[in-house]
């Protein structure tokens, strides 16, 4: 393209364009097409040509619609669309198989076999072949003239004539073809040779040869490729498969003549495929099937008075236009895949006339047939419904009640576990709570391991489970559904209970820090830690490889028959090492570790822990003895120097489990033999002199003590709490023997929302709503204003992390429209504020709520009505109005030693959202809020600023309303103080030992 002085003065499209100069700023490129079926610039598809609708308009664009100098030349690169219209070789109305050619369009750059011999990069010379593009082959042999099918730069395949005649310049096998099926085999061709030369034209011929039989082939009349008119040339042939097959068979393109001086061609789009015919039109075929197939495949089925269409047994070409169900037609259309079908629901029972428009497309998506239906419909609305249904669980002579509604409190049953016997009644009743006909209740039991038990029942079923079907901790839930009678929805019944532990492991103690099970296998570099991520590193090598080794412990919760670690010295021996860190630092508060521990016990000490070394401060729990008399054992650092404390002596060669709890001023030891069920479990307490200092900066070592040599030791499930553990927790601990503890992610599970209401505007009366209950009407809310909904999430269980994630999503009845968000809850009750924005249009609305306990996982569903005008009006008055609230700007509220500054519009409503700019309002706003909402920024110096305050209000069908903007210029003195490192008052920064606090009566 030629540009002079910003206009277009000249085009020269590319092989397969036309180009026409439109004015001097716009030219427009078209790509062009032929009537031939296979003629230089168009493909055919069987015999159909590229269409000509391939255009490209190319504009001229400078600084004003002028270049600001003159500029020579100027191009832009234009692919010829056909390129990328396949070829397929088979002829029309014809469906083409898969593509059998492997790299027919010699993209290269591996050759394909051929009776010549192959040549990668030119010159070539007689009997040879090569992939080439114009330039590549005018560089081989300067009388080759030929471009490539698409344009200069397209590749094809070059073969320099043979000596010989009925040599193939190209070959490929085949395999897996079908008996008696038609293919197509086509090349295009073209002669290599520049016109005017008058050399012999090559003549080419396919061929398939089979290879099972060398005699059996099928050869193509020739094809002569004269040098001039220059362009490429399709030839093919049509080829029946035998029946038998053979295995394969070759396909060659040969020449045929034996002149070596201009027998040169260039072969591309090569291909061979299976031709089959198109299936018979299966949509339109006359009139009566039409009308047949309306009557058989359209269905209308009731629930109570709403009747609906049921398409989805008509073919897919069949379409319903409208429907006209006496008052009027309702257009779609419907197909049998659109959802929903069309419905309408009747005043009460008759007899009403209906018509339809239906209509059949064929093949092509041209319409066939079509026929205006005119029918009646007998409506015989049904009075029968779900009715409240519940059930009653028993388990050792203790009843609980089972709730059938989403998102229901999931009650906890009480141990010990035992038979369980459910009851009630799931079924269907009229409006006056009579029971219809008897229908079949379908059920499954499922619990933490899966299917319980499934089944159908009766509408008052009693359901029957042993101790040993349903004891295992977890949730359990019961899912029945029914249909009533005449009804399309089906009756649902989602009850749940958890089964706590019982009898079988031991609930983790309040105020874990660390948990070592030593389940390790070997060849770990550390040992896992199950609660705060705090493993312990093996060494001097790792577990089993130099590091403590895996030996069968006391608790195998793995089953790989080990379970526990075996530490042996002397110095250094084999140890575990933790790295230094606050939650095991605990300075003059309470703390308690206890293990379950083997030892020999030769003389001296057998580590546990140690935290203390040579140091004044800190902490060390260890096996002290000999093999006749040993004794549980903490020193610890204290204002009164390092004050040690034993507790009851221990059976040496057996299990023992040993803990110490320090409590200041007191410490006391609990110990007990193995197996636990029948040994003595035993406790000594002590009173220590001084305040304890419990913390360093040393690693806590595992297995190894520093300063003494040490002996031989197994150690299992190392715990370290920090809070004083009383007596009674640490014998459930002992007394669970083998089993353990409970594994935290069986006792985390979902008790479902709850308490929660509907809390309307100042002076208006809290709403209790309830999960899948009925549908809550709205009183209206002033213009401008929401609600809020607040209610309890409950997470069942020892071990539920303190917050937990809330998701929600609300949507209309009628809109495709949804509004979402989430947050983390950590305390007793949440809350959800439902914008005005959210519910503008009148209707049902759904909110659903989805809560995590873990990997478990709460659904809750609440529906309101709102019935009332538009809360976020934009009519003329309400924009005078919106902007006067916009002027009356917002209020400023400046740090007095940091350089932050807050932000509070004064009179602008929840139906607006506010952008907040420094100085320009284009670029990125500094941040965001909703209606008075405050907003609060830290600048990054002192200064003086301009601040914009930009209001934006939505109709109701969330288009534009209107926005209006407000400046405030602020000076902001940033008068940084530095932190204050020491107070006279104690837990400054409320971060030390907090708790949660509460309100009395009184405040």
Avoid at 198 to 214: G, W
Avoid at 249 to 254: A, D, G, K, M, S
Avoid at 793 to 800: P, Q, R, S, V
Avoid at 893 to 902: D, F, G, I
Wanted: charged share 10%; net charge negative.
């Amino acid at each position: 393209m030629a540009i002079d002085s910003g206009e277009i003065v000249g085009v020269t499209p590319s092989v397969g364009w036309e180009a026409v100069i439109l004015d001097p700023l716009h030219a427009e490129f078209t790509a062009i097409s032929s009537d031939e079926p296979l003629a230089i610039h168009g493909v055919a598809i069987g015999s159909a040509t590229n269409p000509t609708a391939n255009r490209m308009l190319v504009t001229l664009v400078g600084d004003g619609n002028a270049m600001p100098e003159a500029m020579c030349e100027d191009s832009i690169t234009i692919q010829d669309p056909t390129k990328y219209i396949e070829l397929t070789c088979c002829p029309s109305g014809h469906v083409a198989g898969p593509e059998l050619v492997v790299d027919g369009h010699f993209v290269g750059p591996n050759l394909p076999a051929t009776d010549y011999t192959p040549w990668v990069s030119g010159p070539i010379t007689q009997g040879q072949v090569a992939i080439f593009d114009m330039n590549q082959a005018y560089a081989a042999n300067n009388n080759w003239v030929t471009p490539g099918f698409f344009n200069v730069f397209d590749t094809y395949l070059a073969a320099d004539g043979h000596g010989t005649i009925n040599q193939a310049a190209w070959s490929q096998q085949v395999t897996g073809l079908t008996p008696d099926a038609e293919y197509r085999f086509c090349t295009l061709v073209a002669n290599l040779v520049k016109s005017g030369k008058n050399f012999d034209d090559p003549s080419i011929v396919l061929q398939i040869v089979d290879d099972a039989n060398n005699s059996n082939t099928w050869t193509s009349s020739p094809l002569s490729v004269p040098e001039n008119p220059k362009q490429w040339v399709s030839h093919s042939m049509t080829w029946t498969a035998p029946s038998p097959l053979s295995t394969s068979y070759t396909l060659r393109i040969l020449s045929t003549v034996q002149d070596a001086i201009g027998n040169d061609f260039a072969l591309d789009q090569v291909s061979f495929r299976e031709c089959s015919s198109p299936p018979v039109d299966t949509c339109c075929k006359d009139l009566q099937t039409f009308c047949d197939d309306l009557e058989a495949g359209i269905v209308f089925s009731a629930d109570s008075c709403k009747i609906t269409m049921d398409l989805s047994a008509l073919l897919p070409c069949y379409t319903i236009e409208w429907v006209d169900w006496g008052q009027g037609p309702e257009y779609g259309p419907w197909t049998p895949s659109t959802f929903p079908y069309p419905m309408h629901t009747f005043a009460g029972n008759g007899t009403y006339p209906i018509s339809y428009l239906a209509i059949a497309y064929n093949d092509s998506n041209f319409i066939c047939l079509e026929k205006i239906v005119t029918d009646t419909i007998t409506v015989q609305c049904q009075s029968c419904s779900c009715g409240k249904s519940g059930f009653t669980l028993e388990m050792n002579g203790q009843t609980t009640n089972l709730f059938c509604y989403k998102g229901a409190p999931t009650p906890q049953l009480n141990c010990p576990a035992g038979d369980i016997m459910i009851s009630g009644f799931f079924g269907c009743v009229d409006p006056a709570d009579q029971l219809c006909d008897e229908t079949a209740v379908n059920y499954t039991v499922t619990g933490p391991n899966g299917i319980i038990d499934q089944g159908a029942t009766t509408n008052f079923p009693t359901f029957f489970f042993s101790a040993s079907q349903v004891s295992t901790p977890g949730m359990y839930t019961l899912t029945a559904t029914t249909l009533c009678t005449g009804q399309t929805d089906s009756c649902e019944c989602v009850a749940t209970w958890i089964m706590p532990p019982c009898d079988t492991c031991a609930t983790v103690p309040i105020g874990l820090e660390a948990w070592w099970p030593m389940d390790e296998v070997g060849g770990e570099a550390d040992a896992n830690e199950l609660n705060g991520n705090h493993p312990a590193t093996s060494f001097p090598g790792p577990i089993g490889l130099g590091g403590p080794d895996p030996v069968v412990g006391k608790v195998d919760v793995t089953s790989t028959l080990l379970g526990a670690l075996e530490f042996a010295g002397p110095n250094p021996g084999s140890y575990l090492s933790v790295g230094n860190t606050p939650a095991l630092n605990f300075g003059n508060g309470a703390f308690s570790i206890d293990a379950w521990i083997m030892t020999t016990m030769p003389t001296q000490t057998s580590p546990i822990v140690d935290k203390l070394a040579s140091q004044s401060t800190g902490y060390s729990f260890s096996i002290q003895g000999t093999s006749s008399l040993a004794f549980p054992t903490l020193a610890i650092g204290t204002t009164n120097g390092i004050e040690v404390f034993q507790g009851p002596a221990i059976t040496v060669g057996q299990w023992n489990f040993v803990s110490v709890v320090v409590d200041p001023p007191k410490v006391y030891f609990c110990t007990g033999g193995d197996p636990g069920g029948s040994s003595t479990f035993s406790s000594s307490g002590h009173t220590m002199l001084g305040i304890p200092t419990a913390s360093n900066s040393l690693p806590l070592l595992i297995g190894r003590n520093p300063l003494n040599p040490h002996w031989q030791i197994v150690i299992d499930e190392l715990e370290i709490f920090s809070t004083a553990v009383d007596s009674s927790e640490m014998k459930r601990i002992w007394a669970a023997d083998s089993l353990g503890k409970c594994d935290p992610s069986i006792v985390c599970v979902c008790g479902g929302f709850q308490d929660m209401f509907v809390r309307t505007p100042q002076g208006a009366m809290n709403m209790a709503v309830t999960c899948g209950g009925a549908p809550l009407t709205i009183p209206c809310p002033d213009p401008g204003k929401g609600f809020h909904l607040t209610g309890v999430f409950d997470c069942a269980g020892g071990a539920c992390p303190p917050d937990h994630q809330i998701d929600w999503t609300l949507v209309h009845q009628n809109s495709a429209t949804t509004h979402s968000g989430g947050f983390q809850d950590n305390d007793a009750f949440f809350g959800i504020h439902i914008l005005p924005t959210y519910i503008s249009q009148p209707g049902m609305y759904t909110l659903t709520m989805t809560g995590y306990c873990n990997g478990d996982t709460c659904v809750c569903e609440v529906q309101f009505i709102i019935d009332c005008p538009d809360l976020c009006p934009c009519d003329i008055q309400d924009i005078l109005a919106f902007s006067a609230n916009v002027n009356q700007g917002f209020a400023v509220a400046l740090a007095n030693k940091s350089c932050k500054a807050c932000f509070s519009p004064l009179a602008v409503s929840d139906c607006e959202t506010v952008e907040w700019y420094v100085g320009s309002t284009s670029g990125t706003p500094i941040g965001t809020s909703i209606g008075s909402q405050t907003f609060c920024y830290t600048f990054p110096f002192s200064g003086t600023y301009t601040i914009n305050m930009v209001v934006t209000r939505l109709k109701p069908d969330g288009s534009l309303c209107e926005v209006f903007v407000y400046s405030k210029s602020i000076t902001v003195t940033c008068l940084k103080s530095p932190i204050c490192t020491t107070s006279v008052f104690p837990n400054p920064g409320f971060g030390e030992g907090a708790i949660g606090g509460h309100m009395t009566m009184g405040g």
